[in-house]
């Protein structure tokens, strides 16, 4: 019995398997890279915290500043008025004046003591402020360091792969474009939903490839007809035939062959 296809279907079928060969070898390309993207990420995502942290810190050390300087000013101003209040305590003319004078002395001195013992505090505070910060700044410069040599692999990496990911990504492009939206959206959604990539796979032994899973011969002689898209009900992935994995394939890597002469 001959196979009937349907040609639209087929060449849907064609396109998203083609599309899913070159998208593989983008993948794999990226893939060199190892966790070099992440780590370099992670770096940066890193150091902003830090430098976050860093911030803060110096908003602490200038909010100390500004309080040392208002309790050394109290304490000018209280000595300033200790001395007055002394000099009016020798032309003062009976004993209540001068006992005013005394209790205004007095709580004058106890200014100064209060608002000296908040600048030991403060300074306190301050010292471990200081030392917080420039711990801190060592680990920004190590953690940027670090960086700057995880980026320099990396851009490494990418120049050495550019030209091949560019016409790659060029030809998945192209590719993208056999197909309609919905479908590319579909299998866009299948592809990112899969460890590794996979969203349109042949059979093996009667299992979607990478799958313990048969398909039930009736489902299988569904799929060699291409009539509709057909998908894994374990996976979701899309289903196509030997036959076409094999046709393509073949197409698929002089396509290849070509781009490399190129």
């Known amino acids: 019995m001959s196979i009937t296809h349907d040609t639209n279907v087929e060449e849907k079928l064609r396109a998203l398997y083609d599309l899913q060969l070159i998208d593989t070898l983008l993948d794999d390309i990226r893939n060199t890279r190892g966790e070099l993207p992440m780590e370099v990420e992670d770096l940066e995502s890193e150091i902003a915290g830090l430098e976050k942290r860093s911030e803060n810190i110096k908003a602490d050390a ?48 106890l200014t100064v003591t209060s608002a000296e013992k908040k600048i030991k505090e403060i300074a306190l505070k301050s010292e471990g402020v200081e030392e917080k910060h420039n711990e801190l700044k060592k680990v920004i410069e190590e953690k940027n360091s670090h960086l700057t040599h995880k980026k320099s692999e990396l851009d490494t990496l990418i120049e050495e792969t550019k030209n091949e990911e560019n016409v790659l990504s060029d030809l998945s492009a192209e590719y993208a474009k056999k197909i309609d939206d919905k479908t590319l959206a579909k299998y866009h959604r299948i592809r990112s939903g899969s460890p590794n990539g996979l969203a349109v796979v042949g059979l093996e032994r009667g299992a979607p490839k990478g799958s313990f899973f048969t398909i039930p ?19 979701g992935k899309i289903l196509v035939d030997d036959d076409l994995v094999r046709e393509e394939n073949e197409k698929m890597e002089e396509v290849f062959r070509n781009l490399k002469k190129g």
Do not use: G
């Open 217 to 235: 011969p009736q489902r299988q002689m569904e799929i060699s007809h291409r009539k509709k898209l057909i998908f894994d009900e374990h996976s």
């Open 62 to 109: 200038k909010k100390y500043s500004l309080e040392l300087k208002a309790y050394k000013e109290e304490i000018a101003n209280a000595q300033k008025n200790i001395e007055k209040y002394k000099s009016q305590q020798d032309s003062v003319r009976n004993n209540k004046e001068f006992e005013s004078l005394s209790k205004e002395i007095e709580y004058q001195e």
